[in-house]
C-alpha cells in the first residue's frame, strides 16, 4: 500500500490503493446498475487506467479517491474522495467530491459516511475553500447523499458535461458546500 493520507471512521477506512483492489473494483465498474448513471460499465483496461488516475492525484495533489473498504472486514466496497475537474464548464477549474460503491452494500450509509470524511479532509487538512459535485438529474441516490453531507443545489451551475457523449447523460446537475457552509454545519 502507497503511504499517503488514510481516514478511519466509524465502519470505514478510506485508503490508498492496492494490486489487490483490482477484480472487486473492476467487478464494480462492470456491473450495469452501479453505472447507470454513466456512459457506460467500464472495461477492465479502463478501471486500470482510473486505479492509476487516483493514485497519481494522491502524489500529485495530496488528496484523491480513495479506496474505501468496510473497516473490519478489510474487504473492498467502492471508492470516495476528491479530484480535480479541470474541463470546459464555467465553474472550473474546482475539487469535486465523489463516490461509487458495489450494489451489495448499498443502503447502509456507507456513501455519507465516507464523503462526510472526505469533506472534512478537504476543508481541514488541504484548506479548499469550496467542494463541488455533481451528476446526471436523474441519480436520486447521488443527489440525497449530496443533500446530507450539507451540499447546496446551484441549479444556475446546471450544465452539459463537454466529456458526456450520450444525449440522456450529457446535462448534469451541480451541488456545491463551501468551507464556512461546512463549519455552520458541524456546530449546528
Known amino acids: 500500500m502507497a503511504s ?3 481516514i478511519e471512521t466509524r465502519r470505514l477506512l478510506l485508503r490508498r490503493w492496492r494490486k489487490d483492489d483490482f477484480e472487486p473494483f473492476a ?9 447507470e448513471h454513466f456512459p457506460a460499465p467500464m472495461t477492465p483496461a479502463e478501471t486500470a487506467r482510473l486505479m492509476a488516475r487516483c493514485e497519481a492525484s494522491f502524489d500529485e495533489n495530496g488528496f484523491g479517491m480513495w479506496a474505501v473498504e468496510v473497516a473490519w472486514a478489510r474487504m473492498l466496497i467502492g471508492i470516495c474522495g ?3 475537474r479541470t474541463f470546459a464548464a464555467p ?5 469535486d467530491i465523489g463516490w461509487r460503491f458495489a450494489r451489495d452494500h448499498w443502503g447502509h450509509g456507507y456513501a455519507t459516511e465516507a464523503a462526510t470524511a472526505s469533506l472534512e479532509f478537504g476543508f481541514t487538512e ?3 475553500g469550496e467542494i463541488v459535485s455533481f451528476t446526471v438529474p436523474q441519480n436520486q441516490r ?3 447523499v449530496m443533500e446530507r453531507i450539507g451540499m447546496t443545489h446551484d441549479p444556475s451551475g446546471d450544465f452539459d458535461h463537454p466529456e458526456v457523449d450520450d444525449d440522456r447523460l450529457r446535462r448534469h446537475v451541480l451541488y456545491r458546500l463551501s468551507a464556512d457552509r461546512w463549519a455552520e454545519l458541524r456546530h449546528e
Not at 27 to 34: H, S, T
Open 4 to 6: 499517503g493520507p488514510i
Open 27 to 35: 467487478a464494480l465498474n462492470a456491473d450495469i446498475e452501479v453505472m
Open 82 to 84: 476528491l479530484a480535480r
Open 91 to 95: 465553474f472550473t477549474p474546482a475539487v
Open 126 to 128: 488541504v484548506g479548499l
Open 142 to 144: 447521488s443527489r440525497r
